[in-house]
């Protein structure tokens, strides 16, 4: 397994525990250094990235959250499972919010479908790789013109503007 794979899946692995445990603010630190420990072993110098990923998907959780009701509203926030939260999160983050020339658009959403199909159910890789690519195609893929859902792609933009500025 790739290093950066193994530590994206550190890092969904320390979200979802955090998420399925309430979200406790103080037990995220001890979390993802006992992850470290376990699953990163020989991986110190992917512990920055891990720190980044999850300290931005944290720090960015209520706007992510609000791209994932907006992109499937058919499935509440809390109606979907664990597993594939804590990917879509993750997923979103690298997405919206990450370092494009790091972590190019493509390999976020190919990323996060391949954690889908390690830790998530039969059809979570259809389902992450279903929101992902909405958000993608509603945001504009570089070089490429879609036809955009006008509504929703100017709604996902309001949504990560108007809070740019509101601490979370």
């Known amino acids: 397994m790739a290093s950066r794979h193994l530590a994206r899946s550190i890092a969904m692995q320390a979200l979802f525990e955090w998420d399925f445990n309430g979200k406790k603010p103080a037990a995220l630190d001890d979390i993802v250094e006992r992850n470290k420990k376990e699953f990163g072993v020989g991986l110190d110098e992917e512990y920055p990235f891990i720190d980044r990923l999850i300290k931005g998907t944290v720090d960015?959780?209520?706007?992510?959250?609000?791209?994932?009701?907006?992109a499937a509203p058919e499935w509440p926030i809390e109606q979907i499972t664990s597993a594939d939260r804590?990917?879509?999160?993750?997923?979103?983050?690298?997405?919206?919010?990450?370092?494009?020339?790091?972590?190019?658009?493509?390999?976020?959403?190919?990323?996060?479908?391949?954690?889908?199909?390690?830790?998530?159910?039969?059809?979570?890789?259809?389902?992450?790789?279903?929101?992902?690519?909405?958000?993608?195609r509603e945001m504009g893929e570089p070089g490429k013109e879609y036809p955009k859902r006008d509504e929703s792609a100017h709604k996902i933009n309001d949504q990560i503007n108007k809070t740019d500025n509101v601490k979370e």
Request: without cysteine.
């Open 60 to 70: 960015h959780l209520s706007k992510i959250d609000q791209v994932i009701t907006q």
């Open 86 to 136: 804590a990917i879509l999160r993750l997923g979103l983050y690298e997405l919206l919010f990450g370092d494009h020339a790091e972590v190019p658009p493509k390999v976020a959403i190919n990323e996060a479908i391949e954690l889908a199909k390690s830790f998530g159910g039969e059809s979570s890789g259809r389902f992450v790789n279903g929101v992902l690519g909405t958000v993608y």
